[in-house]
């Protein structure tokens, strides 16, 4: 599998699960570990979702109050 | 009186040696302790993420707000978000680094060959990354007060 789909799919659990974070962050430390991966990296994709949530949601705060011409 | 003294002697060595933990109570004990404390790490971790990502949604509302009162374009607004982004990296990565070490303290505490200095290390890492956390989303708190005030 396309590991850009695998880590969507991911992403998209632990949005619609939280709690099932932790359990899939200790298995992508794992993972990491075992691959010679970042695992701190590895987690951040994780985690990143959130962020990047918050990120859209301001962009459109923005493109709402300027709006292109 | 000197075969009296030596059972004496022996009995204050077995009360002595019954006295303090045995070697595996205390591995007990240490394993307790560090899952009482991945326990809380998880749920402090998940608080203090959510608090944080209202506190950096805040702060870049608030350079929105300063653009818009002070009459920019769209260009200085986008900037303004871009420089608080860049600013939160550190916070970001704290977390991914606390993360990791609760990861790895779970890992050990679930390791039957872990060693007990292993698991108070593990335990030590992880109090360090979440201290990190904690100053980080501490700076980021005053720094967004200070902007709303």
């Not at chain 1, 359990?23 to 962020?51: F, M, N, R, Y």
Request: proline share 4%; aromatic share 4%.
């Amino acid at each position: 599998m396309n590991p850009i789909v695998l880590l969507q799919i991911i992403q998209a659990i632990v949005a619609a699960v939280p709690a099932v974070k932790s359990c899939i962050e200790s298995i992508c430390t794992q993972v990491a570990q075992a691959h010679g991966l970042d695992p701190v990296a590895l987690i951040k994709q994780i985690t990143e979702p959130a962020v990047q949530a918050v990120d859209a949601s301001v962009d459109a705060e923005i493109n709402a109050r300027w709006p292109e011409p | 009186m000197k075969r009296i003294a030596f059972l004496l002697m022996l009995i204050a060595t077995m009360l002595c040696a019954g006295c303090g933990p045995s070697s595996a109570d205390t591995a007990a004990l240490v394993a307790r302790d560090a899952t009482v404390s991945a326990n809380a790490t998880a749920t402090m971790l998940e608080g203090m993420q959510s608090v944080a990502l209202v506190l950096y949604r805040a702060e870049q509302e608030i350079q929105i707000q300063i653009a818009v009162s002070n009459g920019e374009g769209k260009d200085s607004a986008v900037h303004r978000v871009a420089v608080v982004r860049k600013t939160w990296e550190p916070v970001w990565d704290a977390f991914a680094k606390a993360r990791l070490s609760y990861s790895v303290l779970v890992a050990v505490i679930n390791d039957k060959n872990a060693t007990q200095a292993g698991i108070q290390s593990a335990v030590t890492e992880q109090s360090r990354r979440m201290t990190t956390v904690t100053n980080e989303l501490s700076i980021a708190r005053s720094r967004v007060q200070g902007g709303i005030q």
